[in-house]
């Protein structure tokens, strides 16, 4: 029997832990999955990757039950398209700042009746050829994709409500760096002033049934995180848990 799907289970009461894939080797999506977490974010925002190297960490995702959500790196409705053609599960678009942007993403992440997403019924997404599935292949995108919006800025903030309007929007992801350089302290994410703005930005997703995510760097974080009610936690990069590794293990053999 086929299990939960991933926008099924954001809405769970479960925690989710997940890292960013920028490590362009869909060897690293593996090893992620076999470690246990429960999804990787490939991240082309950030990442030095093209379409090759993310196709490669979308099968690295499938190969071991980890799922793909792929960060665009801007409200790119091509992008977006591409991203879902590739078979992720969930697109993230950094940046938003307003119901306008939402909408648009909305618009370039679901077919009619919901939006204009660009159709091309031989991608992987459908198996390369949706005809075989007929109708039924729309409705189940458009049921099964999830749509993540970052907001990352005191624009956003100001805009918030509004954006959590937004029909079939499934999870707010709080960037934490970017929202304390809006603040006017760049890198300052557990400065009592951050945490504030993020624990509003809960408080008012979960009054809307809206799923949190956010992106703590350290174990403190993500405790601070979980504890003003972040359920959905991306930890790190695959960069940085591959560095911190191999200093401790130098750390602890050489001293």
Known sequence: ??????????????????????????????????????????????????????????????????TSIYRVPSLDHHRIGLALDMGASAVMVPNVVSRKQAEDVIDAAKYHPVGNRGVCIFSRAPGYNSEEEGPEYYDRANRETAVILQIEGTEGIANLDSILETPDLD???????????????????????????????????????????????TLDQAKRYRDIGVKFLAFGTDTLVLQRAYRDCRKAILG
């Not at 470690?35 to 925002?45: H, K, N, Q, W, Y």
């Not at 992801?173 to 930005?201: E, N």
């Open 171 to 217: 999870c707010i992801f709080i960037g934490p760096y970017d929202l304390s350089q809006s603040m006017g302290m760049p890198g300052a994410v557990t400065d009592d002033r951050v945490l504030d703005a993020m624990k509003d930005i809960v408080q008012r997703a979960a009054e809307r049934g809206v799923a949190m995510a956010n992106f703590p760097v």
């Open 1 to 66: 029997m086929k299990g939960p799907t991933f926008k099924e289970r954001m809405v769970e009461d479960r925690p989710m832990l997940g890292t960013f894939l920028q490590i362009p080797s869909g060897e690293a999506a593996e090893i992620a999955g076999s470690a246990g977490l429960d999804f990787g974010i490939v991240d082309t925002e950030h990442g030095m990757m093209g379409t090759d190297a993310s196709l490669a960490l979308i099968r690295g995702c499938d190969a071991v039950g980890l």
